[in-house]
């Protein structure tokens, strides 16, 4: 059974940083891109970043570039979100998911709650 | 402002049929695979549809989608009060390099 496990949220500052961890399950971790969505309060989905079942090749949201980065550890089937100079408007549920050619995320994570706030 | 164009409501009675329109380009659902996603109040999305029309093992066939040309659809036949939901097209973005969204379509179950 694939499981998706987010940790690493909470309260942040303006201008902090946070790294979310994503430990994935039941399946083979290093054959699948992986992606992060967001979801800000009472909104819809938007699409934050993706790394390549590889790691070689990574993809950002312009609204996050240069300030987050995507990394994952095969050793540890986790995949990584490190979010620095934080936003008010990054403020939301943050959902890792297992992708499948990126197009489709066929699994998704219960989400971890991003607050940015002074 | 979405890439992906959706309705923002739909509403049909028990029993009936909706369906959920998705616009785009020819950089997105033109030249990708389109993916539908079911969001019940409270939870995680779920993939619902896949490569345009395809079903995920456990999906009812209530369920379908289609792709014309830089559009696609998703059906829901013999509607249940357990379907009021949000539901999200997205795909990959060829000139975007990234995974982009519809803003959601909320169905009520009247």
């Known amino acids: 059974e694939v499981q998706l496990l987010e940790s690493g949220g909470g309260l942040v500052h303006p201008g902090g940083s946070l790294r979310l961890s994503c430990a994935a ?14 979801q800000a309060p009472g909104k819809g989905l938007e699409w934050v970043s993706a790394i390549s079942n590889s790691g070689g090749s990574t993809y950002f949201a312009d609204s996050v570039k240069g300030r987050f980065t995507i990394s994952r550890d095969y050793s540890k089937n986790t995949l990584y979100l490190q979010m620095n100079s934080l936003r008010a408007e990054d403020t939301a549920v943050y959902y890792c998911a297992k992708a499948v050619m990126h197009q489709r995320l066929d699994y998704w994570g219960q989400g971890a709650l991003v607050t940015v706030s002074s | 402002q979405s890439v992906l164009t959706q309705p923002p409501s739909v509403s049909a009675a028990p029993g009936q049929k909706v369906t959920i329109s998705c616009s785009g ?10 993916s539908w996603y079911q969001q019940l109040p409270g939870t995680a999305p779920k993939l619902l549809i896949y490569d345009n029309n395809k079903r995920p093992s456990g999906i ?23 379907d009021e939901a949000d539901y999200y097209c997205g795909t990959w973005d060829s000139s ?3 995974v982009v969204f519809g803003g959601g379509t909320k169905l009520t179950v009247l």
């Open chain 1, 25 to 38: 399950s039941g399946f083979t971790f290093s054959n699948y891109a992986m992606s992060w969505v967001r």
């Open chain 2, 96 to 98: 975007l390099s990234g």
């Open chain 2, 25 to 34: 380009s020819s950089s997105n659902i033109g030249n990708n695979y389109v």
């Open chain 2, 60 to 82: 009812p066939d209530r369920f379908s989608g289609s792709k014309s040309g830089t559009s696609a659809t998703l059906g829901i036949t013999g509607l249940q009060t357990g």
